[in-house]
Every structure is written in C-alpha cells, then in structure tokens.
C-alpha cells in the first residue's frame, strides 16, 4: 500500500488504502500505528470494502505539532478524512483513545457515520490512565520509549503475532523519533470526557469488542456492557484475548468484524 499524506490544520494525517467497496476507517491506539490493523484489512478487502488505515496525531508518519490531543482532535482528523475521501458515509473502527474519537466524531458529523466497531474502547476516563501521574516518569526520555514497549507487550497475554518482534522493533523506532514520546504523553494526559459526553447523541449501529483479559480494564466485561448499552449496540467478549483482539485473535475477530458490517448493508436494503 501507498502511504498517501492529507493536508490538515497546518499538520498531515498519513494514511493507507486497500480495497474497493463501501468505506472503512481504522483508527488505531495511542502508543500504536496504523499497522496494528494488519490482519484485519486483508480479511475486510476481500469481503468487499475500502479499507483506510490512518496514524492518529503524533504517531507513525503523521505530523507531531498538534495543540489537541484528545478523543475530540481525533475525532476532528476522522471527519476530515471521510470528507477528503469523499465516499461516506464510512464504518469506523477504533481501538481503545481511538474508540472514544470515532463516538465523538459519530456524535459530531452523524452525515458521515454508518457505524462503529469499538475495540476495547476508551470512552470515559476510566481504565489504567486515569488519575495516574506516574506514567510521565515512567514513559519519559531517555527510557520511555523502551518502557512503553514493555508495556505493550502485556496487552497481548495470550498468544502474540508471528511478527510481534519485529513489530515492536519498528514501534519503537517510531517512539524514538522527535516528538513522538511527547504526544503518546499528551493523549495520556488528555480527557476523555468529549466522549462520554456523547455517548447518548449516537444513534448508529454499534460494536462493542472486550478481551476478557484486558489489562486497561479491571472489569473489562462490565466495561464492554455498559459501552454497548449506552450506543444501544452489540458486545462480544473475546475469551483470553488483551487489549487488540483484532492482532491477537484475528482468526475469531475477523469474521465478527466483517459479519457487523455486512449486517449493515442488510439494513439499507
């Protein structure tokens, strides 16, 4: 895939495309790049979809000067996508921070929204950041980026991809690089009160994806209940599985994925 750069806000949003076909969005996590949707964009293509991956601010190849972090700025860069895409509406996929965005931006620009997948998703300011001040010692320079890979890796405690090495080896350089550490530290910080705060102006199609071995959850089960039932959605735990279900158990993931969303296509009919 070619890495293609939309003009955005005095920064740029990298992206990728795959497929042909109604318009998939994947958002990936804070600390992640869109690589983390790997195993599921070749499943998602094939069964018929346009499937565009993007790096959410600081991350990856897109631009780091942002003076928003939050779930309400990237939700802003997942509208602006869509329309520079100029083929919504779109399903947005968001993983964790990310999740929080795409509710915010199905809240906001409800014209460019068909549905959510919501991957082990961050919407209020619960989980393991929330009043943690530690983690800005933890994951500062010259050793966070290291720490934060460590941390990484516990978020797969099942089973890892074959690639999680090398993986992670490109993550890290990633981090390594200017700026980037410091915006993982501001998405740390940032509210995700924008998100919560909508949760009841959503009104399209929902789902809710939990590991029921999610780290950032003490009860991840409880947490993927009361998501859904606020978007008035589906939920489905994904026994064993971390805080990516989708790169950890894409075998089990996968077909749900593509199952929600071909149950949309039912519903325009």
């Known amino acids: 895939m070619t890495t293609r750069i939309l003009e955005y806000q005095n920064g740029q949003i990298a992206y990728d495309e795959a497929g ?3 318009l998939v969005v994947c958002v990936p996590s804070m600390g992640d790049v869109r690589g983390e949707y790997r195993f599921l964009i070749p499943q998602l293509a094939a069964a018929g979809y346009r499937v565009v991956t ?3 601010r600081g991350h990856g190849r897109t631009s780091t000067d ?3 972090f939050s779930v309400a700025g990237i939700g802003q860069d997942i509208v ?3 329309r520079e895409l100029k083929a919504g509406p779109a399903i947005v996929v968001g993983t964790s921070m990310a999740a ?3 509710v915010w931006a199905s809240a906001e620009s409800p014209d460019l929204i068909k549905g959510l997948v919501l991957i082990g998703p961050f919407v209020r300011g619960g989980g393991t950041w929330s009043g943690n001040l530690l983690y800005s010692i933890l994951f500062a320079r010259p050793w966070g980026p290291g720490m ?3 941390y990484y890796s516990t978020l797969y405690p099942t089973r890892k991809p074959a690639d999680f090495a090398q993986y992670c080896t490109a993550l890290l350089a990633n981090l390594k690089e200017p700026g980037r550490l410091e915006s993982l530290l501001m998405m740390l910080r940032a509210s995700k009160k924008a998100s919560e705060d909508r949760l009841p102006q959503v009104n399209k199609p929902a789902l809710v994806l939990m590991g029921s071995r999610d780290p950032d959850f003490k009860k991840p089960a409880d947490e993927a209940k009361w998501v859904a039932a606020q978007l008035h959605g589906k939920y489905q735990m994904i026994e064993g599985a971390g805080h990516y279900p989708h790169a950890e158990m894409p075998e089990i993931v ?3 994925v593509v199952s929600f969303m071909e149950s949309l296509k039912e519903t325009e009919r």
């Open 20 to 22: 042909k076909g109604p």
């Open 54 to 56: 993007m790096d959410v």
């Open 66 to 68: 942002w003076d928003d």
């Open 80 to 82: 602006a996508l869509i």
């Open 100 to 102: 929080g965005a795409a």
């Open 148 to 150: 934060w890979i460590k």
């Open 254 to 256: 996968s077909p749900l």
